[in-house]
């Protein structure tokens, strides 16, 4: 609710008690006091809680700059040093991260330029290349554009987050780990970016090992923790982290052999204050969650929680010294108890005072805590003038200062205030403002994340004992970025949801005269300094990847080519302006790029054969520079031909034969074959690059195309062959697949039904398997077969966990199925029904809707479709109204496929079930009666066999849409 007591401790004395001369530093420049507990990381944390930022800016001001994440390290000089620099640039950046996005917060904007809703619905996003172009080129002065600063600084604390997090991720100090992920939790959420700030929060929680030592550190971490989680709507497992915070610090207090607590070197910490301190925040959280249950109508559940609350308080106010800061935090949260329990009258005074006295301080999240807590006992005793006066200060407070919890309590008092006294006028605003509070979660949601709270820190810690094979299979060890494999499965990722990426290959220009002249470390090193330049100059959200040799690729997830260009043509500045002298380079290094961008129905190898083909055409051009392909049409001039939308203008062969590219040296194509002497009919390649997709070969005419009286069975005559160059294939793009037939040269559309046909997905059986087992037979299915799912049936819930933590946003799951599919899930055409009898049918039934939609058509699920329902709902047509194939899955009531397969005129699946009475003989009774049915249409699988009856289905569904 309020800012943490933490801050409390850091103004006070005890928190101050330590040499005037805090910037001590180690011989290399890094300050040990900026790696918590230390006492300059203290007083900046405090500085920005307040919101102090111009104080906080010259705290750091006096911290040596590390080198601008903007401009790449020196490769030999790049080795990991030992833990304090690192850790010491690691609290540096994030720091200086969490100063540019409370700045940003004040110009409002988030941390990825969206406008914050509450303060700048009105503004457009910011172009955040735009400033990464002002930090790269040094603009800026007094009269650049406020918004191009703000895009810098977001640019920059998106970089410096990265920059920490590499370094924390590079430390085996677990609990300083932990530390600044709880810190880059609390940037997240300061920022807005919910989802973000609960993953950070998740793997600090994987972190904190219950049996780690008791310290200064761990009781910050933890508490740190706490108040994200609270921020976070669970409140439960705030408690938990908060109270593990006080028992450690309690557990401190009580060696007599430890009175105080070294923290780094340069901090002495009291052993009681931090055990009041710890108390206080518990104490709070105690009082918070009273509250709630009072709002529900609860009172009798909530007074264990205030007298919990007042007796923290009670402790931390016989704790803390007379002149302790922290003492007003404590009186607010006892009042505040004491409001709970009923007793008003005690509260007010002792809360008046805080008020008074948090009102000459710097300190504004302290005193809107105060002016909540007094507005509540004001209300309660219905003094309506003072409480609406004190609860209108508070919410304004929590709303400048981004204190989400203090500011939907606020409004929530402000609310019930004028409800009771019939004032709707004044209180619909305030409920209003509550209802829309962007982090307000109603319960359910609440419970949902609770448990997914535990269930990623369960997976979390599962999958940081096999992180090392994880980075073996998805980063390049050179140069440390995601490697191919991993540029292939997000790409196939984005354009399976119906993104529209832009996707940029970046290749070194002659790179083997490089190697060659100067040995294979220079061009390593090379390598390296051009992926930390090509990262350094993109978006948080776009992706570099080492695709093979001297060739990149960036992701640019909802980027049109031209916008790629803009931000690729500064990357290709900054590496041909580059020293590269300093890595013993004497010759320039330049780069080329081609750009493009996917268009509706392209598939990776496509998109990324545009933008092979493009680059080429730098190459052509004169390398050191950036091509893109229109993400319109797909082509760069009327008239040109198919190839050249690739290749560029093919030289001109000798007769007779085919020519090579004139690419010097290392950079030299593939030999491209001569195009044929008559070009396809005009308007072919309207479709861009339509005329590429298949590749063309002979093929018989289809049958029956001769005259009337020629038989369609039997050999056709064929024309003599005709001598025809061998095509260039791509893979397929665009709206409508075609084949060229060489023998009569004309482009002829393929039938529909061969258009209809879809590549089913591999299937893994998990029944009898091993985790491990499935896991090992999905990866081998995606290996051989990236453009299909891969299937698994029958798996158990930590198989289908497994799946999902390997896979992430690959995977499709069905609990109930007991069924994923990992891959991209085809486009559905069709519709099939599944319905089902009853209740103990329902696994299979959604086994059947599983796998039918994976096959690749839409599905409708109808349940306890039994007795007489299912004859009136036969009667209105309602159960295969605009269906194309009707599943049917029974046990006890076989006779309904019978009866659906009678009335129905569409085709039926029947699927009997082990299900039913025991005298069914496990299923074989209804196999029977469904074998031995005589209604027209009917189909019948084997016992229990969702599966067949799942792609059958699909197969008669889809058929039927295309025919």
Not at 278 to 283: P, R, S, V
Not at 861 to 875: E, I, P, T
């Amino acid at each position: 609710m309020t800012r943490s007591a933490w801050d409390a401790w850091d103004a006070s004395d005890e928190g101050r008690r330590v040499s005037e001369h805090v910037l001590d530093s180690a011989p290399d420049a890094v300050h040990s006091a900026l790696v918590p507990p230390g006492t300059l990381h203290r007083r900046v944390t405090a500085a920005l809680a307040n919101w102090q930022l111009d104080d906080a800016e010259e705290l750091l001001a006096d911290v040596e700059q590390e080198p601008s994440p903007y401009v790449a390290a020196d490769p030999v000089a790049d080795a990991p040093g030992d833990a304090p620099v690192s850790l010491g640039k690691a609290w540096a950046d994030t720091l200086r991260a969490e100063l540019l996005v409370r700045r940003l917060r004040v110009a409002g904007f988030t941390l990825v330029g969206d406008p914050v809703p509450a303060d700048a619905s009105a503004e457009d996003p910011l172009d955040l290349h735009a400033g990464v172009a002002d930090l790269i080129e040094g603009a800026g002065g007094e009269d650049s554009d406020p918004r191009s600063e703000s895009a810098s600084r977001a640019a920059l604390a998106i970089a410096l987050v990265r920059s920490a997090k590499a370094a924390f991720d590079a430390t085996d100090d677990d609990l300083q780990r932990a530390a600044g992920l709880a810190r880059h939790a609390r940037i997240e959420l300061l920022s807005r970016r919910i989802d973000a700030a609960m993953d950070e929060a998740v793997e600090a929680a994987s972190l904190l090992d219950p049996v780690l030592p008791p310290s200064a550190l761990l009781v910050d971490t933890l508490g740190t923790l706490a108040g994200v989680l609270a921020d976070l709507e669970l409140m439960p497992l705030a408690l938990d982290y908060q109270r593990r915070a006080h028992e450690a610090a309690m557990i401190a207090a009580a060696d007599p052999g430890a009175p105080e607590w070294t923290g780094n070197g340069d901090t002495t910490v009291d052993a009681d204050v931090l055990v009041a301190t710890t108390a206080t925040c518990l104490g709070e959280l105690c009082a918070e969650l009273g509250e709630g249950l009072l709002d529900d109508g609860v009172p009798e559940s909530a007074e264990p929680h205030f007298a919990e609350a007042r007796m923290l308080a009670e402790k931390a106010l016989a704790l803390l010294p007379p002149d302790s800061a922290g003492i007003v935090t404590a009186q607010v949260v006892h009042g505040w108890a004491l409001v709970g329990l009923g007793e008003c009258a005690a509260a007010v005074g002792p809360l008046r005072a805080a008020v008074r006295i948090t009102s000459a301080t710097a300190d504004r999240a302290q005193l809107a805590s105060a002016q909540l807590a007094l507005g509540r006992a004001l209300r309660r005793q219905r003094d309506v003038a003072g409480a609406d006066e004190h609860l209108v200060s508070a919410l304004n407070l929590a709303t400048e200062h981004g204190l989400p919890r203090l500011r939907r309590a606020a409004l929530r008092e402000l609310c019930t205030l004028h409800a009771e006294l019939d004032d709707a006028g004044r209180a619909l605003p305030y409920l209003q403002a509550y209802l829309s509070d962007e982090l307000d979660r109603v319960d359910e949601r609440r419970t949902r994340w609770v448990e997914l709270f535990g269930r990623r820190k369960s997976l979390l810690e599962t999958e940081r004992a096999a992180g090392q094979l994880r980075r073996q299979a998805y980063e390049d060890p050179l140069t440390h970025l995601p490697n191919r494999r991993y540029a292939e499965a997000r790409l196939d990722g984005l354009l399976t949801t119906g993104a529209a990426p832009a996707l940029a290959v970046v290749d070194v220009d002659r790179f083997k005269t490089i190697n060659d002249a100067f040995g294979h470390p220079a061009g390593d090193a090379a390598l390296r300094t051009v992926a930390d330049l090509l990262v350094a100059g993109v978006r948080d959200t776009d992706e570099v990847c080492r695709w093979a040799g001297d060739e990149f690729v960036i992701l640019l997830p909802d980027t049109t080519a031209e916008q790629g260009e803009r931000a690729l043509e500064r990357i290709r500045r900054s590496v041909a302006t580059y020293d590269w002298s300093s890595l013993g380079i004497d010759v320039p290094v330049t780069i080329s790029v081609g750009i493009a961008s996917a268009a509706r129905g392209d598939d990776r190898r496509t998109l990324f054969a545009a933008a092979d083909g493009v680059l080429y055409d730098a190459k052509r051009s004169g390398r050191d520079r950036v091509v893109r392909l229109s993400g319109v049409t797909q082509t760069r001039a009327p008239g040109a031909s198919p190839l050249d939308a690739l290749f560029g203008p093919p030289p001109v062969a000798p007769e007779g034969g085919t020519t090579t590219s004139d690419i010097p040296d290392d950079d030299a194509a593939a030999p491209v074959p001569a195009a044929p002497a008559t070009p396809p009919p005009a308007g072919s390649a309207d479709a861009g690059f339509a005329p590429l997709l298949v590749a063309p070969r002979p093929v018989d005419p289809p049958l029956g195309t001769g005259s009337p009286a020629e038989p369609l069975l039997g050999p056709l005559p064929r024309p003599e062959p005709v001598a025809v160059p061998e095509p260039v294939a791509v893979a397929p793009v665009g709206p409508q697949p075609i084949v060229v037939d060489p023998v009569v040269e004309t482009v002829a559309p393929v039938p529909a039904a061969r258009r209809a046909a879809t590549v089913e997905p591999e299937v893994v059986w998990a029944t009898g398997r091993t985790t491990e087992q499935v896991l090992a037979l999905v990866r081998e299915a995606r290996r051989e077969h990236p453009d299909r799912p891969a299937l698994v049936l029958r798996a158990a819930a930590e198989t289908l966990v497994a799946l999902a933590s390997e896979h992430d946003a690959y995977t499709t799951m069905d609990a109930a199925a007991m069924a994923a599919a990992v891959g991209p899930v085809p486009e559905p055409v069709g519709r099939v029904h599944v319905l089902c009898a009853g209740g103990a049918d329902g696994p299979v039934a959604a086994e059947v809707a599983f796998v039918a939609r994976v096959t690749g058509t839409e599905v409708v699920r109808v349940d306890d479709v039994a007795g007489s329902r299912v004859r009136g709902m036969l009667a209105d047509g309602s159960l295969f109204a605009e269906a194309d194939c009707l599943v049917v899955v029974a046990g006890m009531d076989a006779s309904l496929a019978a009866t659906v397969g009678a009335m129905a005129d569409v085709p039926v699946v029947a699927v009997p079930t082990s299900t039913g009475s025991p005298n069914a003989f496990a299923g074989l009774g209804a196999l029977m009666t469904m074998l031995n049915s005589a209604a027209p249409g009917v189909a019948v699988s084997t016992i229990d066999n969702g599966y067949s009856a799942g792609v059958f289905a699909a197969r008669v569904a889809r058929r039927a849409t295309t025919r």
